[in-house]
């Protein structure tokens, strides 16, 4: 191109040059940057923004969701807004200097004592200008030789701008070791090439001319940069202007919070809202068919008081018109098909004995229940679906120590009012407002649908699809059974659903939220068991909207003193500690971690008064009931894993801040609760100072690793020793070192998932796909159970990209492997089909 | 794909990017080999989601039994969320000024046929230049179907702006056709720091810097080293430990990370080495200090350099005769003489014959007398000058009044506030 260069052009460059030279300057003058630029110097910007690229300047952030005629001004505005980083670049730093020279001419006339040298100096400064401004007359589009000019302006610009100011912030200007001074200012010489060899003075109309061909063009097929560029480009190039293509999972405590940066992680990525699908309330109210589920419950829980205020408890029945019991018939027949078809016995079956166990109950007031349309099954099969049932009298009888050691808890003290007053009236009604009263309800009751069969579908067909075989609500037992089930197969998916359908029963249901209903310690555990895998899933909107009603979980109707009548002499907590751990930690996936960190902090609190209570000898609420020394052994160790757990919750939430020096000390201080996990613990504290970069402190930590795993006395080098040591390495980047200790770890451990995994990995960087790939392949053929996993897959995947044109049924074969073992909840993300 | 390249390539030479354009567009017959690009920026530690429960609860040990089987958590504290398990980078990522770029460069065979003498080359273009970053220039002679070449390049960045790596393949068909084609990786390097230096000047020669660094970056940064390099005029201090018995520890506290958008600031205090000191009319004018040298890592170690451009400062104005205390007592008694030494130096390029004069304020006195000649004081010589003086006010008082007249020129010199001295009662600080 600058061979094309004509003779004379030459002047008008050196005038473009010029200008430009003292634009930048404009802006960047230290008094206001003003925005309204001399127009000739806009029309520089324009046509250096052609020269450096066009599309370049869109970062990988931006998105190309605007119209072409809109994004031709957006992109010359972020082009300014480039130009002007890039004059902060050691390129331009002449340009800086050159306009202090202004002011200094008047500064020095302004004083007194100044000698005449000082202008001598200028007026040097000023005629190697000019002499520059020859070299490039001469040198014009000659690469090697317009370095020297640069070097020339920086040795000289100094000298005009620091007299000025010299107590003065100076903004320095950052070039790389070896290198003071580099770089053509682009910017000064390309606007020769796009002015018309016409050598017109005013090259304006030109400019313009070539910046909209310039943008016309750019909405064609674009170039260059597509890492793993894919056949179709021009698809590629509408989702991703730059190629550089932001993609899944990225560990939380990196992405959080990195405001514009490409991370996204999983969660965020993941539809956070379920999509569209049947209702489940349709499960319950189009049938026809009297709920299966809901007479899972047995509901002497709503006692007298309750069940005033609570009319809405049993309205899925009360709810639906009465002929729906006639009309039952096909519709039941359908639901109950489906089931026995898995050999499941009917959900009807359930009924009869729900009924029976209803039958003592104080003072039922609840809608008269239809009666069942089936024959109730023997009541010791659903003795066996309630393993821990609560049985009134049983559990007052049976009314043990665990119990109150598990659910003891701190109420408020507003709580707490309550709670004593409705021990004391216990006959009476004491009124309670409802707004200090739980009431959830599910906020959404479609289906969660199966990832896997979805993505199989829309890639290989139906037919492919249909061997795809997985548990759903409708194939398991309605029951604590079936639920078990589902989770233990990694069924998640329809893990959830069954809960939705097991709290409808208990009145719970979609759109119950707000109204009064009663609580009992199963319906908390399905809540918990729901809210947990919906954590699980990343569904995390979904679940902090369902755990909205229960507020702080500190209302008086989850305790079990508000049911004296049910749970007579039972105190405690009804909420399940657990279901406190996963409400504090839920605040911080959605982006709210001081929440979080609230929430932990008082759950501390009360862990840590509670056995304060203990080791002055009194129960774990702080009342004069003795406790037997066993007792008290086995509180005290409970509420100091339950502390420990607390902890973790804390420094997991400040390391997702990036707190790291709190998150530190916090894990730091685990140890005094689990020393058995001070191995785990130091060696992740090191991690964390590995992803800081401060080697040196990790290494240190992992050192104290090596003393800690001495002292147990395992005799032989612990695993968990060499695999630090390989990360180590891996910082260092001796990537051979690394890989041979992750191969260490491997002998003494040859099934170690991780050090497989990252052994591979390590393989990679030392440009060994091939073997990676084939490492990788083989472990995951072998033992699927283990390297099914999300991390090693996308792993894989990412290498398949690299390796081939045929990654796609490379990841669709993997795709099947997964769709033969692995349940609904498997995160098809890693696999990077879409 | 191949239509899409001679776009490409068409397309960047309009830009004037400096790439001539190709001499032969790749034909649209297979096989081909094909360039798959991966930068390799460090792995990461996979994160888990601890999500537990109590024996007792619903789920029983479900929940911990899955997270046992999980591979990615630590075995024995599965509530520990960072894990052990690398992933590699997912994407592209930003890149920054100081930091190196590296990549994987794969180029596969995806035809059922062979080819030959293949010779790959990656050059990278940036603004100014383009380097040749390839290991080897050899051509392989043949590629089998499925295999590759596999090569890791890498490269320290050192400009800022657009960067094109530019991968090109030239091979050899079976046929015996010879053929050539490039793919364009572009990518943008920015700034990833932030400098701002201050200067300070102390009564004596020495000069004190503070740079406020920010990272401007979107991650958070480990400093590993920011050093001062004094030119050859200067011997520098850091300041930024403070000594306890045996080890310093820094300033910042703990954890010498930097946080997105944060900023920190370092204080250097440079002291001019003896050899120039000696010769005060020297240091005037713009000096180079040094520069600074900034070294930081980020995630699991990769490393970033910068250096800044040298500092210049300004050393102040001193006129032509500049006045410095050499010796002064911080607390003296009131209503007792005590002694100070100045010196007095010709900064100027003439020779001076210097008058002394003293004039009270209404704190200080001086004692002697006033209208002293000094003599003769040749340019850059400088001569020390014992004085005597009493306050008759206590509390912190200035020492003022000093005036230099030089009889060649008629010029008077005036010096105030030349050093402040803490002035108090004896009979008071006795009982005290």
């Given at each position: 191109?600058?061979?094309?260069e004509?003779?004379?052009?030459?002047?008008?460059?050196?005038?473009?040059?010029?200008?430009?030279?003292?634009?930048?300057?404009?802006?960047?003058?230290?008094?206001?940057?003003?925005?309204?630029?001399?127009?000739?110097?806009?029309?520089h910007?324009?046509?250096?923004?052609?020269?450096?690229?066009?599309?370049?300047?869109?970062?990988?952030?931006?998105?190309?969701?605007?119209?072409?005629?809109?994004?031709?001004?957006?992109?010359?505005?972020?082009?300014?807004?480039?130009?002007?980083?890039?004059?902060?670049?050691?390129?331009?730093?002449e340009?800086?200097?050159v306009?202090?020279?202004?002011?200094?001419?008047?500064?020095?006339?302004?004083?007194?004592?100044?000698?005449?040298?000082?202008?001598?100096?200028?007026?040097?400064?000023?005629?190697?200008?000019?002499?520059?401004?020859?070299?490039?007359?001469?040198?014009?589009?000659?690469?090697?030789?317009?370095?020297?000019?640069?070097?020339?302006?920086?040795?000289?610009?100094?000298?005009?701008?620091?007299?000025?100011?010299?107590?003065?912030?100076?903004?320095?200007?950052?070039?790389?070791?070896?290198?003071?001074?580099?770089?053509?200012?682009?910017?000064?010489?390309?606007?020769?090439?796009?002015?018309?060899?016409?050598?017109?003075?005013?090259?304006?109309?030109?400019?313009?001319?070539?910046?909209?061909?310039?943008?016309?063009?750019?909405?064609?097929?674009?170039?260059v940069c597509?890492?793993?560029?894919?056949?179709?480009?021009?698809?590629?190039?509408?989702?991703?202007?730059?190629?550089f293509?932001?993609?899944?999972?990225?560990?939380?405590?990196?992405?959080?919070?990195?405001?514009?940066?490409?991370?996204?992680?999983?969660?965020?990525?993941?539809?956070?809202?379920?999509?569209?699908?049947?209702?489940?309330?349709?499960f319950?109210?189009?049938?026809?068919?009297?709920?299966?589920?809901?007479?899972?419950?047995?509901?002497?829980?709503?006692?007298?008081?309750?069940?005033?205020?609570?009319?809405?408890a049993?309205?899925?029945?009360?709810?639906?018109?009465?002929?729906?019991?006639?009309?039952?018939?096909?519709?039941?027949s359908?639901?109950?098909?489906?089931?026995?078809?898995s050999?499941?016995?009917?959900p009807?079956?359930?009924?009869?004995?729900?009924?029976?166990?209803a039958?003592?109950?104080?003072?039922?007031?609840?809608?008269?229940e239809?009666?069942p349309?089936?024959?109730p099954?023997?009541?010791?099969?659903?003795?066996?679906?309630?393993?821990?049932?609560?049985?009134?009298?049983?559990?007052?009888?049976n009314?043990?120590?665990?119990?109150?050691?598990?659910?003891?808890?701190?109420?408020?003290?507003?709580?707490?009012?309550?709670?004593?007053?409705?021990?004391?009236?216990?006959?009476s009604?004491?009124?309670?407002?409802?707004?200090?009263?739980?009431?959830?309800?599910?906020?959404?009751?479609?289906?969660?649908?199966?990832?896997?069969?979805?993505?199989?579908?829309?890639?290989?067909?139906?037919?492919?699809?249909?061997?795809?075989q997985?548990?759903?609500?409708?194939?398991?037992?309605?029951?604590?059974?079936?639920?078990?089930?589902?989770i233990?197969?990694?069924?998640?998916?329809?893990?959830?659903?069954?809960?939705?359908?097991?709290?409808?029963?208990?009145g719970?249901?979609?759109?119950?939220?707000?109204?009064?209903?009663?609580?009992?310690?199963?319906?908390?555990?399905?809540?918990?068991?729901?809210?947990?895998?919906?954590t699980?899933?990343?569904?995390?909107?979904?679940?902090?909207?369902?755990?909205?009603?229960?507020g702080?979980?500190?209302?008086p109707?989850?305790?079990?003193?508000?049911?004296?009548?049910?749970?007579?002499?039972r105190r405690?907590?009804?909420?399940?500690?657990?279901?406190?751990?996963?409400?504090a930690?839920?605040?911080?996936?959605?982006g709210?971690?001081q929440?979080?960190?609230d929430?932990l902090?008082?759950?501390?609190?009360?862990?840590?008064?509670?056995?304060?209570n203990?080791?002055q000898?009194?129960?774990?609420?702080?009342?004069?009931?003795?406790?037997?020394?066993?007792?008290?052994?086995?509180?005290?160790?409970?509420?100091?894993?339950?502390?420990?757990?607390?902890?973790?919750?804390?420094?997991?939430?400040?390391?997702?801040?990036?707190?790291?020096?709190?998150?530190v000390?916090?894990?730091?201080?685990?140890?005094?609760?689990?020393?058995?996990?001070?191995?785990?613990?130091?060696?992740?504290?090191?991690?964390?100072?590995?992803?800081?970069?401060?080697?040196?402190?990790?290494?240190?930590?992992?050192?104290?690793?090596?003393?800690?795993?001495?002292?147990?006395?395992?005799?032989?080098?612990?695993?968990?020793?060499?695999?630090?040591?390989?990360?180590?390495?891996?910082?260092q980047?001796?990537?051979?070192?690394?890989?041979?200790?992750?191969?260490?770890?491997?002998?003494?451990d040859?099934?170690?998932?991780?050090?497989?995994?990252?052994?591979a990995?390590?393989?990679?960087?030392?440009?060994?796909?091939k073997?990676?790939?084939?490492?990788l392949?083989?472990?995951?053929?072998?033992?699927?159970?283990?390297?099914?996993?999300?991390?090693?897959?996308?792993?894989?995947?990412?290498?398949?990209?690299?390796?081939?044109?045929?990654?796609?049924?490379?990841?669709?074969?993997?795709?099947?492997?997964?769709?033969?073992?692995?349940?609904?909840?498997?995160?098809?993300?890693?696999?990077?089909?879409? | 794909?191949?239509?899409?390249?001679?776009?490409?390539?068409?397309?960047?030479?309009?830009?004037?990017?400096?790439?001539?354009?190709?001499?032969?567009?790749?034909?649209?017959?297979?096989?081909?080999?094909?360039?798959?690009?991966?930068?390799?920026?460090?792995?990461?530690?996979?994160?888990?989601?601890?999500v537990?429960?109590?024996d007792?609860?619903?789920?029983?040990?479900?929940?911990?039994?899955?997270?046992?089987?999980?591979?990615?958590?630590?075995?024995?504290?599965?509530?520990?969320?960072?894990?052990?398990?690398?992933?590699?980078?997912?994407?592209?990522?930003?890149?920054?000024?100081?930091?190196?770029?590296?990549?994987?460069?794969?180029?596969?065979?995806?035809?059922?046929?062979?080819?030959?003498?293949?010779?790959?080359?990656?050059?990278?273009?940036?603004?100014?230049?383009?380097?040749?970053?390839?290991a080897s220039?050899?051509?392989?002679?043949?590629?089998?179907?499925?295999?590759?070449?596999?090569d890791?390049?890498?490269?320290?960045?050192?400009?800022?702006?657009?960067?094109?790596?530019?991968?090109?393949?030239?091979?050899?068909?079976?046929?015996?056709?010879?053929?050539?084609?490039?793919?364009?990786?572009?990518?943008?390097?920015?700034?990833?720091?932030?400098?701002?230096?201050?200067?300070?000047?102390?009564?004596?020669?020495?000069?004190?810097?503070?740079?406020?660094?920010?990272?401007?970056?979107?991650?958070?940064?480990?400093?590993?080293?920011?050093?001062?390099?004094?030119?050859?005029?200067?011997?520098?201090?850091e300041?930024?430990?403070?000594?306890?018995?045996?080890?310093?520890?820094?300033?910042?506290?703990?954890?010498?990370?930097?946080?997105?958008?944060?900023?920190?600031?370092?204080?250097?205090?440079?002291k001019?080495?003896?050899?120039?000191?000696?010769?005060?009319?020297?240091?005037?004018?713009?000096?180079?200090?040094?520069?600074?040298?900034?070294?930081?890592?980020t995630?699991?170690?990769?490393r970033?350099?910068?250096?800044?451009?040298?500092?210049?400062?300004?050393?102040?104005g001193?006129?032509?005769?500049?006045?410095?205390?050499?010796?002064?007592?911080?607390?003296?008694?009131?209503?007792?003489?005590?002694?100070?030494?100045?010196?007095?130096?010709?900064?100027?390029?003439?020779?001076?014959?210097l008058v002394?004069?003293?004039?009270?304020?209404?704190?200080?006195?001086?004692?002697?007398?006033?209208?002293?000649?000094?003599?003769?004081?040749?340019?850059?010589?400088?001569?020390?000058?014992?004085?005597?003086?009493?306050?008759?006010?206590?509390?912190?008082?200035?020492?003022?009044?000093?005036?230099?007249?030089?009889?060649?020129?008629?010029?008077?010199?005036?010096?105030?506030?030349?050093?402040?001295?803490?002035?108090?009662?004896?009979?008071?600080?006795?009982?005290s």
């Amino acid at each position: 191109m600058d061979n094309n260069e004509t003779p004379a052009q030459r002047p008008v460059t050196l005038d473009i040059t010029g200008t430009v030279e003292v634009k930048p300057s404009l802006s960047e003058a230290p008094i206001s940057p003003e925005p309204s630029l001399l127009p000739s110097s806009d029309v520089h910007f324009q046509e250096e923004s052609i020269d450096l690229g066009g599309e370049s300047f869109i970062t990988p952030e931006e998105d190309s969701h605007s119209t072409p005629s809109e994004s031709l001004m957006d992109k010359l505005n972020d082009q300014m807004m480039e130009s002007v980083m890039i004059s902060d670049s050691p390129i331009n730093s002449e340009e800086d200097d050159v306009v202090p020279m202004d002011n200094l001419l008047e500064q020095f006339e302004e004083r007194e004592e100044e000698p005449a040298a000082a202008v001598v100096k200028e007026t040097l400064v000023e005629e190697e200008k000019e002499e520059v401004g020859e070299k490039v007359d001469d040198l014009i589009g000659q690469d090697t030789t317009e370095i020297k000019i640069e070097a020339a302006m920086m040795q000289t610009s100094p000298v005009a701008s620091s007299p000025e100011e010299p107590l003065e912030n100076v903004k320095q200007k950052l070039t790389t070791v070896d290198q003071d001074v580099i770089t053509v200012s682009v910017s000064a010489v390309t606007p020769e090439d796009s002015t018309p060899s016409s050598g017109s003075p005013k090259p304006e109309a030109a400019a313009l001319e070539a910046s909209s061909k310039e943008t016309t063009s750019k909405d064609e097929s674009i170039p260059v940069c597509t890492i793993f560029s894919q056949g179709s480009q021009p698809k590629a190039q509408a989702l991703v202007p730059d190629g550089f293509q932001p993609t899944l999972i990225k560990s939380p405590s990196f992405s959080s919070g990195t405001g514009g940066s490409t991370e996204i992680t999983p969660s965020q990525l993941a539809p956070l809202v379920c999509q569209p699908s049947p209702s489940l309330s349709k499960f319950f109210s189009d049938s026809g068919h009297v709920n299966p589920a809901t007479d899972f419950f047995d509901s002497f829980t709503t006692s007298s008081f309750i069940s005033i205020s609570n009319p809405n408890a049993e309205s899925p029945k009360s709810a639906a018109p009465p002929e729906r019991q006639l009309s039952a018939s096909s519709g039941s027949s359908l639901s109950t098909s489906g089931l026995t078809e898995s050999g499941i016995p009917t959900p009807s079956s359930f009924i009869g004995p729900t009924q029976t166990e209803a039958t003592p109950r104080p003072l039922q007031q609840a809608p008269v229940e239809p009666a069942p349309a089936t024959a109730p099954q023997p009541f010791t099969q659903l003795q066996a679906v309630f393993s821990g049932g609560d049985d009134p009298f049983a559990t007052a009888l049976n009314m043990s120590e665990a119990d109150k050691r598990y659910d003891a808890w701190l109420p408020s003290e507003e709580t707490r009012k309550v709670l004593i007053s409705m021990a004391t009236q216990q006959y009476s009604q004491v009124f309670v407002e409802r707004e200090r009263l739980a009431m959830p309800g599910l906020k959404f009751d479609n289906l969660q649908g199966d990832a896997v069969k979805d993505l199989m579908v829309r890639l290989m067909g139906e037919q492919a699809a249909m061997k795809r075989q997985v548990l759903t609500a409708n194939s398991v037992e309605q029951s604590f059974l079936g639920l078990k089930q589902l989770i233990s197969t990694k069924n998640w998916r329809a893990a959830v659903d069954l809960t939705g359908r097991l709290l409808t029963a208990h009145g719970q249901g979609y759109g119950k939220a707000g109204q009064p209903s009663s609580h009992n310690t199963d319906s908390l555990q399905l809540w918990f068991v729901r809210l947990a895998l919906l954590t699980k899933l990343s569904l995390f909107q979904n679940a902090e909207m369902e755990l909205e009603p229960f507020g702080n979980l500190d209302q008086p109707d989850l305790y079990y003193e508000y049911y004296p009548t049910v749970y007579p002499g039972r105190r405690g907590s009804m909420v399940p500690f657990s279901m406190r751990v996963l409400h504090a930690e839920l605040p911080q996936y959605l982006g709210k971690p001081q929440e979080s960190l609230d929430r932990l902090h008082s759950m501390r609190t009360v862990c840590q008064t509670i056995l304060d209570n203990l080791e002055q000898g009194l129960a774990e609420d702080g009342s004069m009931i003795n406790l037997t020394q066993e007792n008290r052994q086995a509180s005290l160790q409970l509420w100091k894993s339950r502390l420990s757990r607390v902890m973790y919750a804390m420094a997991n939430c400040l390391l997702m801040m990036k707190d790291y020096v709190l998150a530190v000390e916090t894990y730091h201080s685990i140890i005094q609760y689990e020393p058995q996990q001070k191995v785990q613990l130091l060696s992740g504290i090191g991690r964390i100072f590995l992803q800081i970069g401060d080697i040196k402190t990790a290494e240190k930590y992992f050192l104290d690793v090596e003393k800690a795993s001495l002292e147990k006395g395992s005799g032989t080098t612990d695993t968990c020793v060499l695999m630090n040591r390989a990360f180590i390495y891996l910082s260092q980047n001796n990537y051979s070192e690394a890989h041979s200790s992750f191969a260490e770890v491997l002998k003494i451990d040859p099934k170690n998932p991780v050090a497989n995994n990252n052994a591979a990995v390590c393989l990679l960087y030392l440009g060994r796909l091939k073997e990676s790939l084939r490492q990788l392949e083989g472990l995951v053929q072998q033992d699927p159970a283990l390297y099914l996993h999300e991390s090693v897959l996308f792993n894989l995947t990412t290498m398949y990209e690299l390796e081939s044109s045929r990654s796609t049924q490379k990841k669709q074969a993997l795709l099947e492997s997964v769709a033969c073992r692995e349940g609904d909840s498997f995160n098809t993300q890693c696999l990077k089909l879409v | 794909m191949e239509v899409n390249q001679a776009k490409q390539e068409h397309l960047l030479a309009l830009k004037g990017l400096h790439m001539e354009i190709s001499g032969k567009f790749p034909t649209f017959c297979n096989p081909k080999p094909n360039v798959y690009l991966m930068r390799l920026t460090k792995p990461t530690l996979f994160t888990n989601m601890p999500v537990t429960c109590e024996d007792r609860d619903l789920p029983g040990d479900l929940f911990g039994r899955l997270m046992k089987e999980d591979p990615s958590t630590i075995k024995g504290s599965e509530a520990l969320m960072l894990g052990e398990m690398l992933t590699l980078p997912q994407n592209f990522g930003n890149i920054f000024l100081g930091e190196t770029f590296s990549s994987y460069i794969s180029v596969n065979n995806d035809s059922s046929q062979l080819v030959k003498d293949i010779l790959v080359k990656a050059d990278l273009q940036t603004s100014s230049q383009r380097l040749n970053l390839s290991a080897s220039n050899n051509a392989v002679t043949e590629l089998k179907p499925e295999s590759c070449i596999d090569d890791v390049i890498h490269h320290e960045v050192k400009e800022i702006g657009t960067h094109i790596l530019v991968c090109a393949v030239s091979y050899t068909t079976q046929a015996g056709e010879k053929l050539y084609f490039r793919k364009f990786f572009k990518f943008q390097v920015l700034k990833p720091l932030d400098v701002k230096t201050k200067f300070y000047n102390a009564e004596t020669d020495e000069v004190f810097l503070e740079a406020q660094i920010q990272n401007i970056t979107t991650s958070s940064m480990f400093m590993e080293k920011v050093s001062l390099e004094p030119s050859m005029m200067y011997n520098v201090a850091e300041l930024n430990t403070v000594e306890t018995e045996d080890e310093g520890t820094s300033t910042f506290g703990k954890m010498s990370y930097l946080q997105p958008m944060d900023t920190r600031q370092y204080l250097y205090c440079l002291k001019p080495k003896p050899e120039f000191a000696e010769k005060a009319g020297v240091i005037k004018g713009v000096t180079v200090i040094g520069k600074l040298d900034i070294v930081w890592k980020t995630n699991l170690g990769e490393r970033g350099r910068l250096q800044t451009s040298q500092l210049q400062r300004m050393a102040p104005g001193y006129g032509d005769v500049r006045l410095s205390l050499e010796m002064i007592p911080d607390t003296v008694n009131l209503e007792e003489p005590f002694d100070i030494t100045c010196k007095i130096t010709n900064c100027s390029e003439r020779t001076m014959d210097l008058v002394l004069e003293m004039c009270n304020t209404c704190s200080i006195h001086w004692c002697g007398v006033s209208g002293r000649q000094l003599g003769k004081v040749s340019p850059s010589a400088s001569l020390a000058l014992p004085l005597k003086l009493l306050s008759s006010v206590q509390g912190l008082q200035s020492i003022s009044g000093l005036r230099l007249t030089d009889t060649f020129l008629k010029r008077t010199y005036e010096y105030d506030d030349i050093a402040q001295v803490c002035v108090v009662c004896p009979y008071m600080s006795r009982e005290s």
